[in-house]
């Protein structure tokens, strides 16, 4: 499974995606993790060395373009995290990564701010827009499963 943590642009997607698979690695199923840095900054990637956060498993450069040709999604107990750059800057990188997401997780604060860049974007795309661009693209033609919980706290 690839699971994808992206958002239009907001703070703390890197802290998330980092915990989460952490968590993955630490979970009673004992998964495999692989992770992606999609994002420029290259924190993910930055954190996982030796001298940083010397995480148990590998982080791989892949802000790219090209992230569908590059990376597949892992079969069996591996799952692959990626840390998506701020999709309302980069959308051809998160355009990529969606070509082959499994699992999108819509990242975002509990502010106004961030759930107006969601739904209704001054200059920009509306992030369940970017989601259905993607299906024609995807090998099964659908959109990925997202992960998201409505402002009632169920899923719609």
């Keep these: 499974m690839l699971i994808a943590n992206m958002s239009p642009r907001t703070m703390a997607k ?15 199923e004992s998964y495999e993790v692989v992770g992606y840095d999609a994002d420029h900054s290259k924190q ?3 954190w ?6 010397g995480f148990s498993f590998p982080v791989h450069l892949m802000a790219s373009a ?6 597949a999604s ?7 995290m990626v840390d998506c750059g701020h999709s309302e ?7 990529s990564v969606l070509r082959v997401a499994d699992l999108v997780i819509l990242h975002m604060s509990p502010t106004s701010g961030d759930y107006e860049r969601i739904s209704d974007p001054e200059d920009a795309t509306p992030f369940m827009d970017i989601l259905r661009r993607s299906a024609p ?14 402002v009632d706290g169920l899923l719609p």
């Design 48 to 53: 996982h060395k030796p001298e940083k956060g």
């Design 44 to 46: 993910f990637w930055s």
């Design 89 to 95: 800057n980069h959308p051809h990188i998160a355009d």
């Design 14 to 28: 890197t802290t998330d995606t980092g915990w989460l698979s952490h968590a993955l690695v630490e979970d009673e």
């Design 74 to 80: 892992p079969t069996g107990k591996t799952i692959a």
């Design 66 to 71: 090209q992230f569908h040709k590059e990376v």
């Design 137 to 150: 693209l995807r090998a099964t033609r659908a959109e990925p499963h997202r992960g998201q919980r409505g």
